[in-house]
């Protein structure tokens, strides 16, 4: 069934879309987090695009990170009905949760561990 378009911007979230807008942005909050850890313990970012920003904005970098990630996460929860949204919300929890597990497992174990 096609959702009209008045649909597709009612602000009725279940608790399973919340859960996942939440899981986004905290595990988006650790990952600069545990960046601005790495990178001051003799890290390297891997994340071109990240690097770039971090070379453009500084320690700061960080604000950017979080509002820009905030900035879609608004724009998934607009466009929810649509099951393609859904989906690049749960693949970018996805994706995020395997960031921050590779960088927990480098402090905790890679060559930054003392």
């Not at 001051?40 to 990240?50: D, L, R």
């Not at 690097?51 to 879609?72: M, N, P, T």
Request: aromatic share 10%.
């Amino acid at each position: 069934m096609k959702a009209s378009r008045e649909d597709l911007h009612q602000f009725e979230y279940g608790v399973g879309l919340a859960s996942l807008v939440i899981l986004v942005a905290g595990l988006n909050i650790l990952d600069a987090i545990f960046t601005q850890v790495i990178l001051a313990t003799g890290g390297a970012e891997c994340n071109p695009v990240v690097r770039a920003a971090i070379d453009a904005y500084g320690e700061r970098f960080w604000i950017w990170k979080v509002a820009a990630v905030s900035s879609l996460l608004v724009l998934i929860c607009l466009y929810s009905r649509l099951r393609l949204f859904r989906v690049i919300l749960a693949g970018t929890a996805l994706l995020f949760a395997g960031v921050i597990s590779y960088q927990i497992h480098l402090l905790a174990n890679g060559p930054l561990a003392r």
